[in-house]
């Protein structure tokens, strides 16, 4: 049998696929990949090596394990595709945004052992966090085979209570798009006000980079370190005045209660 197998061949599988092989958890003879979309099937097998299947109940007969790498709004088609070949022998890890273990569990035959994920899209350069939960059938085995594989593009960590998946998917899952629409709001404001977008483009790019190393490794916190920049009647402070103006903040949070609701009804199907 295989030890992995996806269900699903789209730009997350791809990146725990190219993770898993760089970590050498996995070898391309370990892993089979099935997808509804022949080019990206196809594409998956070239720059892997990997096996590839056509028919998704096939990957659940072949493989120890098996991702679930579709979107949510297919998830209850594939689950009854594949329920027939479901065994307890066969652990099931979900990355369907917002869909619950309840419905996972009960697709799968209600015995399925599941454990469901919310990764991101940094994990594409093996700079992901990923958060793990396990279903009522999964075993401590399971979740830690989570963590390796999701690990393997970045990091990731276990909750128990799964109602907490909502506001990981409203923050750590959609969260990298805030950043991108920040980054973009910078290098606009840089252009405004006459850089040209080359120079602006990396001068946006460098500054979060910079924030960022700052954050995790000076061990300040956001707040502190946000004080150490501002002085009286400085340009950091005109500049933090006009974003609270806009009430910045609040609309940052605001955004991420939203994707976390979101998530909730996309679990309700």
């Known amino acids: 049998m295989k030890k992995i197998g996806f269900i699903g061949a789209g730009n997350m599988a791809g990146a725990l696929i190219k993770g898993l092989l760089s970590a050498k958890l996995y070898r391309p003879r370990d892993m089979v990949v099935s997808d509804a979309m022949p080019a990206q099937l196809k594409k998956i097998k070239k720059a892997y090596k990997v096996d590839s299947l056509s028919n998704n109940r096939t990957v659940v007969r ?14 209850d088609q594939v689950l009854a595709e594949i329920r027939p070949e479901v065994t307890k ?13 309840r419905r996972l569990e009960a697709g799968l035959g209600g015995n399925a052992r599941v454990v469901r994920v919310m990764p991101n899209t940094p994990a594409l350069l093996g700079k992901g966090i990923a958060v793990v939960v396990r279903g009522s059938k999964a075993k401590p085995r399971d979740e830690r085979l989570a963590l390796a594989m999701f690990r393997g593009v970045g990091s990731a960590l276990a909750v128990k209570d799964e109602a907490l998946m909502d506001p990981v998917t409203g923050l750590s899952g959609s969260g990298p798009a805030y950043v991108y629409l920040f ?64 009430q910045f903040a609040e609309t940052v949070m605001a955004g991420v209660v939203a994707a976390s609701r979101r998530s909730k009804e996309l679990g309700q199907g």
Not at 62 to 75: D, N, S, T
Not at 184 to 201: C, N, S, Y
């Open 62 to 75: 072949e493989a120890q394990a098996v991702v679930l790498a579709v979107k949510p709004q297919i998830i």
């Open 183 to 246: 980054a973009e709001a910078l290098i606009a404001g840089g252009v405004q006000e006459g850089l040209d977008p080359k120079v602006a483009t990396r001068l946006a790019y460098e500054t979060i980079e910079g924030a960022v190393a700052m954050l995790k490794e000076t061990g300040n916190s956001p707040k502190e370190l946000r004080d150490m920049v501002t002085s009286p009647g400085g340009t950091t402070l005109a500049g933090l005045s006009r974003l609270a103006e806009g």
């Open 89 to 101: 022998n066969t652990l099931f890890i979900s990355i369907a945004a917002g869909v619950p273990l």
